[in-house]
């Protein structure tokens, strides 16, 4: 029988090099659930981001407008066992990001 938990995935500030963000549960048989992506440019200026699952770029070079903020919803994403989710911006420290999901442990 499997759990799964609702959770917040991860937060920060994106930095201008790409970056580990959440690693999916390693354990054989687990894995995660992508529900949604927030991104916030808190800066006066535009602002790239770019969003990898798995090594595979699902937000590539998007350009966020300043003050600007948006959610990308997901219906199911899935990371399997260690997958990455990572992200950088062309300005680092000026978009926040917000990751949530669900973790299915077997």
Known sequence: MSTITEKRLCKGTL???NATLYTA????GDYTV????????????????TIKFAGTEI???????SY???TVEFAS???QEGELIEGSSGTSGSV???????????
């Open 77 to 79: 994403q899935i990371l």
């Open 59 to 65: 937000i590539g070079g998007f350009t966020l407008l």
């Open 25 to 28: 549960p390693a354990a054989a």
């Open 15 to 17: 930095t201008d090099s």
């Open 96 to 106: 926040n990001y917000y990751i949530s999901g669900k973790e299915v442990v077997a």
């Open 68 to 70: 600007d903020t948006i």
């Open 34 to 49: 992508v529900i949604g992506v927030t991104l916030c440019n808190k800066t006066a200026s535009a602002a790239t981001v």
